[in-house]
């Protein structure tokens, strides 16, 4: 059994910065692949980043968000820069086995989900 648990979630104006976190437990971290995705209202989840050994991002977020691992620590991160209203939503990280992918139906753990706001 693993459990994620995201933080780091909040209120922030546009342009500013917030880094979520993603601890894991039960399992020998290192060897899955890890994933952030995120939900907005009325919308379909969609990937924002994952992360086996290098980063892969969406079109959308690519140059402002920074998706990071610490092994030691069973943490996966997710550093958000120059934030959009656009980047409103739920949250979630995911772990798979296997190497990273963009598809939410290849994980098959998820955390609660973390709310990001984006509004001045």
């Known amino acids: 059994q693993v459990q994620l648990v995201e933080s780091g979630g909040g209120l922030v104006q546009p342009g500013g910065s917030l880094r979520l976190s993603c601890a894991a437990s039960?399992?020998?971290?290192?060897?899955?692949?890890m994933g952030w995705f995120r939900q907005a209202p009325g919308k379909e989840r969609e990937f924002v980043a994952a992360i086996s050994w290098t980063g892969t991002y969406a079109d959308a977020v690519k140059g402002r968000f920074t998706i990071s691992r610490d092994n030691a620590k069973n943490t996966v991160y997710l550093q958000m820069n120059s934030l959009k209203p656009e980047d409103t939503a739920v949250y979630y990280c995911a772990l798979k086995s296997g190497g990273r992918s963009v598809d939410p139906s290849e994980y098959y753990y998820w955390g609660q989900g973390t709310q990001v706001t984006v509004s001045s």
């Open positions: 039960g399992r020998t971290f290192s060897i899955y692949a």
